[in-house]
């Protein structure tokens, strides 16, 4: 008595059927990581030292693309932004990562490095304390004086947590509300330095 099983034939349609499958699971993923860094987050690299230190240069970011679409814009959120900038006939578009410190129809100015909005102090507790121990002005905050500027309706002011290197309102000006990307909310990268923002 033959105790074996006869072998299992598969159909040449069934294989078809089983690289459809996986094609339609790859395809439909790809087209999710595509949704989800088009319209929801987005990882961005930090290049430079203005937000120390808070963040530093390597540091990796993500970035909630929809949050501002559900709530507004808040005091202290850090945000990444377009800078177009042009020169002669060429359009160019930085990606820049500042904190938000004032709104339109705000009036914000600076004196002894200290920020006030509308004549009062705005405390800043995310300052770098190295920074803000140097006894020079200049050295602390890089413009220590700043004359108070109204913000345009529907525009920012926006500066960097490392005052003395950072480039931003203070040097052009407050930037529209529809230029921002979105919050940036979490450092991913390195794990070590891994925080909420």
């Known amino acids: ?12 349609n069934q294989g078809f059927r089983i690289v459809r499958e996986w094609v339609t699971v790859l395809v439909v993923a790809l087209v999710i990581a595509i949704t989800v860094r088009s319209l929801i987050l987005q990882q961005f690299y930090i290049s430079g030292p203005s937000m120390e230190a808070t963040m530093f240069q390597d540091n990796r970011v993500l970035v909630n693309k929809l949050s501002y679409r559900l709530h507004d814009i808040h005091r202290g959120d850090v945000v990444v932004f377009d800078r177009v900038t042009v020169d002669g006939q060429i359009v160019q578009h ?6 938000v410190i ?3 129809g705000e009036t914000i100015s600076i004196k002894d490095c200290k920020v006030f909005i509308d004549g ?3 405390n800043e507790p995310y300052l770098n304390d190295f920074d ?3 006894t ?3 050295d602390r905050c890089r ?4 004359d108070a500027t109204l ?3 529907n525009q920012i002011f926006v500066m960097g947590d490392n005052r003395p290197q950072s480039f931003d309102s203070r040097m052009f000006g407050p930037i529209e509300q529809n230029l921002v990307v979105g919050r940036a909310f979490v450092i991913i990268w390195p794990f070590s330095a891994a925080k909420f923002l």
């Open 151 to 153: 913000v345009p309706k």
């Open 102 to 104: 004032a709104f339109g």
């Open 132 to 134: 803000l121990a140097q």
């Open 94 to 99: 930085d990606d820049l990562i500042k904190r």
């Open 120 to 122: 009062k102090f705005l």
């Open 143 to 146: 413009i220590p004086m700043m």
């Open 1 to 12: 008595m033959n105790s074996e099983q006869p072998p299992v034939m598969t159909s040449p």
């Open 136 to 138: 020079v002005l200049e």
